[in-house]
């Protein structure tokens, strides 16, 4: 093997065992976050609702997408769901917004607005959570909280306040009956949704003979500037 030959072997050898620790470097790496992840949880993969207050309960996530007016996911992977998944998926206590457009279904009315909304004030901003103690996962396994903005106002209370979001009765929370009048305020001076929505536009669950006398009042009210 000549001089050069035997050069240019010895620099793919160099180039070639470089690789191999780099590559060495980056699995041990990968091995180690993983560690350090699962070493982070406070409990079983699969356990019980003190498992999530211990690990949300009280802290301040980043908010990494605003699936909907009531939906959000935080930059902290969730241990119990199904597959892994580097964010978990909040559902927001007492409050139900106008879907938007999924499976091949239009948005509701006002639901762009909602998640617009919601996204103004949670999209890649840190949120603490308050969990309720026995009450902590939904029907499809997402985590049930109130979420707090980094001013401290309520989300939950705001939402409905200015008429972005319903108070949702069907499930018990402290906050409950608070909710119920935040909303009946919101029609009174019908605020957001409240100034268009019409009968067959309110969620499934939602009875529009509860709110007679709302629509009787929206009736009776003057018409916006405009809205001719």
Sequence with gaps: M??????????????????????TALIAGVIALVIWIVSRLNGPIVGGPLDDYQRY?????????????DTIDIEIPDPKAEKFQAYTRLRLWGIDTPELAHHGQPA?????????????????????LELVPDETRGYYGRLLTYIFLPDERLY??????????????????????????????????????????????????????????FWEHRRAAPAAPGSK
């Design 2 to 23: 000549s001089g050069a030959s035997q050069s240019d072997y010895r620099s793919r050898l160099r180039r070639y065992q470089r690789r191999r620790r780099s590559l």
């Design 57 to 69: 309960h009280g802290k301040s996530f980043r908010c990494v997408k605003v699936v909907d007016g």
């Design 108 to 128: 509701a009315y006002f639901g762009l607005e909602s998640a617009e909304f919601a996204r103004k004030l949670m999209q890649g901003k840190m949120v603490r």
């Design 156 to 213: 939950n209370r705001l939402a409905i306040e200015l008429g972005y979001a319903y108070a949702d009765p069907r499930y018990p929370h402290p906050r409950r009956e608070e909710f119920l009048e935040l909303e009946a305020q919101a029609r009174d001076r019908l605020a957001g949704l409240w100034r268009g929505v019409e009968p067959d536009q309110l969620p499934k669950w939602y009875r529009p003979k509860r709110i007679e006398r």
